[in-house]
Structure formats: structure tokens, C-alpha cells
């Protein structure tokens, strides 16, 4: 039987709270180590390439976070549009109880390694997508058509993405808790758009249906 990786989540789990906290350059092997409580040989075991495969792992870890809070939100709330608002206060909230020390650990890390590190890009890639999909599935069960819902979850991942930043910046949750209910504001209008617009549709349907040859 294989010896069960004792370290390794520890290394990853240490990695995320400096990287969100101080960056990826500014943080040492020996600060994973310390944070990890790992042996140091632990760190070149499971990450024989160095830090930037526990960047990537890092990465990779804080999406399945995300990805499985955006889920948890999606089947709690009734829309989208509640999904953003009840998500938003999250990250609103841990970061302004860390005194806004703590960013997003995937964006600290992008913004430093990507994308001359193409490991720690595709990593980062492919956690954005994994919440555009959560987003866009919950956005087409509101009755969005899949390009539109897909278009929407794209501007909602860069959105927050970016009022992140903003709000470590500020130090203050606000730019989070309107760039979310701003989205949340577009989505509702336009749902409500698409669904007074949709007997109108219908009775054209109907009518074009009603013709005869010559009159269509």
C-alpha cells in the first residue's frame, strides 16, 4: 500500500495563506515550512520543481475552494442574482476581519507569475473557468440562453475578480458589495426584459403560424 502524502496538504494549505496574505515573492520555502509544521525534505518530496509547482498547487487548491462555495450558494439560492449578493459578503467579510491583509490567493499569484509560468496560468485558467461554469449553469436554469449566460458569467468572475483587488486596496468591503449587487441589479433587469418581451414573441409565432402560403 502507498504511504499516504502526510505533508502535502499541509505544504498547500500553508502556501494559500501566505501567498493570499503576502504574495508569492515575498514568501520563503522556510515560511511554508513553519506555517506547514512540515519537514523541510517534505517540501522538495512532494514539489521536486520548487516553489512555482507549489504555486500551481496553491492555485489549483484555492479554485476548489471557490468552485465548491459558488456550488454550495447556487443550490441555497434562488438566482443568480442572490447567489452574487450572498457571495460577495464572504469575501467582504474575511477580508475585512484580516484587516484586509488577505487578497485572493489565485490573483496575488496570477498577477505576479503569469504568464511567463504557463503551470501557474493554465492552473488559474482553469479555476476562473471552473466558476464561470457554476455561474453560467445557474444563470441558464434562471432562463438565460447558453451564449448570454456564458457572456454574464464571464463579466461576473472578472467583475469580483477586479473589486478584490479594489477593495484590498481601499480597505473597505464596499467595492465588493457593489460591484456584486450591481451585477446582481443587470442580471434581474434583464431577465425581467426577456420575460416581457416573451408573449410578444409568442403572438408573432402564432401569427406567422395563422398565414396562409401566399401570406407568409
Known sequence: MPAVPKHRQPIINAAVTLFRRQG??????NDIVD???APKGSLYHYFPDGKSSIAVAAVEEAGRRVAATVAKLAEECGSTAEL?????RLPAGWMQGSGFRNGCP???VLLELAPRDRAVAEAGRKAYAARTAL????????????PRAETLAVLCTSALQGALVQARVERSGRPIEITAAELARLIEAEAVRDLD????RCERDHDRQDRTPDQA
Open 24 to 29: 508569492f515573492a515575498r514568501t520563503g520555502l
Open 35 to 37: 506555517v506547514s509544521g
Open 84 to 88: 452574487l449578493r450572498a457571495h460577495a
Open 106 to 108: 489565485i490573483t496575488t
Open 135 to 146: 455561474l453560467r449553469d445557474k444563470l441558464m436554469a434562471d432562463g438565460f440562453a447558453r
Open 197 to 200: 418581451a416573451e408573449p410578444a
